[in-house]
């Protein structure tokens, strides 16, 4: 069965860095376009990357510039690296599928890592 | 960026009643290119991960009840869900891909009276 899997979020300290793992299993990430979403606690939905299945990325302006998202296709994982970590990054990070043969929309989500950014 | 407002935030519903929510979006999220418009419905329910109800407006997404339904124009969109049930219960958001940023609604919470 199709599923994603995150990892690596927990609690950093302001200007810390973190990176999240997203391992795909039943389906191949790199044949994939892949995107970051996260949530804040209590609040709704927030888009912060995608990677397309030809390489290219975009970024929310929120984080341009401190984030990366990236792929290993021999781990089939999609990765999310977070520099210069910021309070307001506090937020449950979600990895999911685009699915763009129907035009885009987010097909299988994970189940989320959390990331606390406090001092 | 295109900004996504719903209406209503709150919507308590008995069993077995339809429930409707709204979005709009800042601008058109039809492409004259494909003919399709880059709007798509999730439904997050009380502790569980968002996942996909609805796809360019109005297709239902694999497994989806045909009870849900999607429709609309250009920026202004709908989500029908027909004799609601409990298990219906969760947040619903609508997004668009049409450009970058994607944005998503501020969230609907649908709860039964």
């Known amino acids: 069965e199709e599923n994603l899997a995150e990892t690596g979020g927990g609690f950093i300290q302001p200007g810390g860095s973190l990176s999240l793992s997203c391992a795909a299993t039943d389906f191949i990430v790199s044949a994939h376009s892949m995107t970051w979403v996260r949530q804040a606690p209590g609040r709704g939905l927030e888009w912060v990357a995608i990677?397309?299945?030809?390489?290219?990325?975009y970024y929310a302006d929120s984080v341009k510039g401190r984030f990366a998202i990236s792929r290993d296709k021999s781990k089939n994982t999609l990765y999310l690296q977070m520099n210069d970590l910021r309070a307001e990054d506090t937020a449950l990070y979600y990895c999911?599928?685009?699915?763009?043969?129907?035009?885009?929309?987010?097909?299988?989500w994970g189940h989320g890592s959390l990331v606390t950014v406090s001092s | 960026d295109i900004v996504m407002t719903q209406t209503p935030l709150s919507l308590p519903v008995r069993p077995g009643e339809s429930a409707s929510i709204s979005c709009r979006s800042s601008q058109s999220l039809f492409k004259r290119d494909d003919a399709h418009t880059y709007v798509d419905w999730y439904v997050q329910k009380p502790g569980q991960s968002p996942h996909l109800l609805i796809y360019?407006?109005?297709s239902r997404a694999s497994g989806v009840p045909d009870r849900f339904s999607g429709s609309g124009s250009g920026a202004t969109f709908t989500l029908k869900i027909s004799r609601v049930q409990a298990e219906d219960v969760g947040t619903y958001y609508c997004?668009?891909?049409?450009?970058?940023?994607?944005?998503f609604g501020q969230g609907t919470r649908l709860e039964i009276k």
């Open positions: 990677l397309y299945d030809g390489g290219a990325t």
């Open positions: 999911a599928r685009v699915n763009v043969k129907l035009y885009g929309p987010l097909d299988l």
């Open positions: 997004m668009q891909h049409a450009e970058f940023p994607f944005t």
């Open positions: 360019t407006l109005s």
